[in-house]
DNA sequence: TACTCGATCGGA
DNA sequence: CCGATCGAGTAA
């Protein structure tokens, strides 16, 4: 079933993050194509007190869409190459999201958006069946199966980079195939 | 305006 | 290890 608008408005980013492994990105492709492939990495990124989150210095062009009501996207250009997918979480005012770091058959934060062709032009749009791209729960149970760390690439943070807000799932029957496309 | 560095990745 | 490549922050 899909992921409602109220499921992404909860105010505990960090148990969210956890709690959308297993969930399923659905990408339509508008063809009559679906993609779909079970998240099984994220990080959360809460608030401007989080030194690793974009909004640490307030409100800008880019990260405006953290502050927004959970439930939407924000894709944001990593090193000038790579597309990285985020869903907003949240109260409306407090900026907070969740990096989908892999799904099933893409591991890596560039992978993903690769792999379901997602680009700046998903920033901001609900995660719904009209805007091509949203979340479903097809009833897995992580079962306790998951490694959690530290957050990746953002060693500038402080204390903040030793937060334990990184989710993997680790599930012997889930096979990574890191195509390379 | 001119730097510097970043929630990365693929190739040498 | 290094380069690609662009937007945000900082200093001036």
């Not at 096979?175 to 390379?180: L, R, S």
Request: proline share 2%.
């Amino acid at each position: 079933m899909l992921l409602s608008r109220d499921y992404f408005k909860n105010t505990n980013t960090v148990m969210l993050a956890e709690d959308l492994l297993g969930k399923y990105l659905v990408r339509d492709l508008g063809n009559g194509q679906l993609m779909k492939s079970m998240i099984i990495e994220t990080e959360a990124y809460h608030g401007e007190t989080d030194q690793a989150c974009h909004a640490r210095f307030g409100k800008t062009d880019r990260n405006q869409v953290m502050y927004r009501e959970g439930g939407v996207w924000y894709v944001y250009l990593c090193y000038g190459i790579h597309w990285l997918l985020n869903i907003v979480t949240g109260e409306r005012d407090f900026p907070s999201a969740i990096l989908i770091r892999g799904i099933a058959d893409a591991s890596g934060p560039g992978r993903v958006t690769k792999k379901l062709g997602i680009d700046k032009s998903f920033y901001g749009l609900a995660a719904t069946l009209e805007s091509g791209l949203w979340v479903e729960d097809h009833g897995y149970c992580s079962n306790g199966k998951i490694d959690i760390t530290p957050r990746i690439g953002i060693d500038y943070a402080g204390e903040c980079a030793k937060k334990p807000w990184r989710f993997v799932l680790k599930d012997d029957l889930i096979k990574i195939k890191n195509g390379k496309n």
